[in-house]
């Protein structure tokens, strides 16, 4: 049997072999006799062989093998490289690509040494490239069968209060546990149309990867929707916390500065719904009113008055927030302890003796800046409860504007 024969034999046998990628680099690199990389776009290695009783070879970086003395193009068949090894004289390697349409799998490199002439090498390696290059694509295609497959059990998990036979037998199917309680985050892009540009599978394995848990990642028309296992055995406060946490951490490291989340409260099975209805009108009011210092907020911590921040004209919103505090925000800064205290007093379950604490100030100077508010404002925040609603929602436009007198979001969970 002829050299090149046994090779695209050998190759085509180890294409359908578990972990083909490295087997069709070792069955090349057993072929050549020589060591054998695959490495991905970025230079990272994907996969080394070394044949029995060679030395390891150690790779060039991209950047030397794409030299101008003899690049290779993307795409073109696998030509030879010279890389500059100083008193050594240099050393010549082989370079393929593995391309498909105008995506760049990675690229084979060897060095060429031995009695395999450099003609074979380089058939050699454009028919593992060819192999390697179905291989890349066949897992490409899997990868989105199974994201889809998972994206259309969560779509459905959302819309259902009850789980069908169906929808159980899929679950069974992915891995994705239904009797879990989840957390739903809702993100979306500042001044985007539906088409946002969050990377949705980026940021779900992101998020998945700092909570070490199950994620569900969906892109809608609206948004993106993440559906976030809640681990068993931890309070809801901390499992919210945490996901608001990851949300943030996840934005910052795809450094996306326009995305704002929101984070519903955890969910048991069958009230996902109810779950994106509150994430979607947190992320509305974070959209409707940004600040530099809010990218992920819970719903939690905007009430049931995140229905009205959400939904309502935003010049009439904005028109409440001054008839209710517009005397207090007029004092300038002179009134900063006064809107200080008011946000502690509705923090601390409008106990005065708590809200001094929180301001570690007494008691009396609370009751105080209490009656302040009442004479500048006419608001008796602390007997009548349609003044404290009042009071509360817009105090809560301003957190979300990221007043410096309010308390910010990041506190408030305790």
């Known amino acids: 049997m002829s050299w090149k024969l046994r090779l695209e034999t050998t190759l085509a046998d180890r294409a359908a072999a578990v972990g083909t990628l490295s087997c069709l680099i070792s069955a090349l690199s057993d072929m050549l006799e020589a060591t054998v990389f695959l490495i991905g776009p970025a230079g990272q290695v994907i996969s080394r062989a070394v044949p029995p009783g060679a030395s390891s070879t150690a790779i060039p970086t991209l950047e030397r093998l794409e030299s101008p003395e003899g690049p290779v193009a993307a795409g073109e068949a696998a030509g030879v490289v010279r890389v500059d090894g100083g008193r050594t004289g240099g050393r010549d390697y082989m370079l393929g690509s593995v391309v498909d349409g105008d995506h760049l799998f990675g690229w084979v490199v060897t060095p060429i040494e031995g009695s395999v002439s450099v003609a074979h090498v380089q058939w050699a390696v454009d028919r593992a490239v060819v192999h390697l290059t179905a291989e890349f694509v066949s897992q490409r295609r899997i990868a989105r069968v199974a994201w889809n497959a998972r994206a259309n059990l969560a779509r459905q998990m959302v819309r259902s209060t009850t789980y069908d036979a169906d929808l159980r037998a899929c679950a069974e199917y992915l891995g994705v546990d ?3 309680d989840r957390v739903i985050a809702f993100v979306l892009e500042r001044g985007r149309s539906s088409g946002s540009a969050v990377d949705a ?9 700092d909570l070490d848990v199950d994620i569900l990642t969906i892109r809608g028309t609206e948004g993106v929707i993440l559906s976030i296992e809640a681990p068993a055995g931890v309070g809801n406060a901390t499992v919210i916390a945490r996901c608001k946490a990851a949300v943030n951490k996840g934005l910052d490291r795809m450094g996306d500065r326009f995305a704002v989340a929101g984070i ?17 009108e947190a992320a509305r009011c974070l959209d409707r009113y940004p600040s530099e210092s809010n990218r992920a907020i819970a719903c939690d911590e905007l009430g049931p008055a995140r229905l009205l921040v959400a939904n309502s004209n935003e010049q009439s919103v904005r028109m409440y927030v001054y008839d ?8 300038g800064v002179s009134n900063n302890d006064l809107l200080r205290t008011l946000q502690e007093f509705f923090d601390s379950g409008r106990s005065v003796r ?14 105080h800046r209490l009656g302040r508010v009442h004479d500048i404002t006419g608001l008796d925040v602390a007997a009548n409860s349609n003044d404290q609603l009042s009071a509360q929602t817009a105090l809560l436009i301003l957190r979300l504007q990221g ?12």
């Open 178 to 180: 239904l009797a879990a």
């Open 201 to 209: 599978g980026r940021l779900g394995d992101l998020i998945a990867e």
């Open 264 to 280: 519903s409260s955890v969910a048991r099975p069958g009230q996902l719904r109810r779950a994106y209805r509150e994430a979607f």
């Open 324 to 331: 209710v505090l517009g005397d207090l925000l007029a004092g």
């Open 354 to 367: 708590d809200t001094a604490v929180r301001l570690d100030v007494h008691e009396n100077t609370v009751r």
């Open 403 to 414: 007043h410096h007198a309010v308390p910010g979001f990041d506190r408030v969970a305790r």
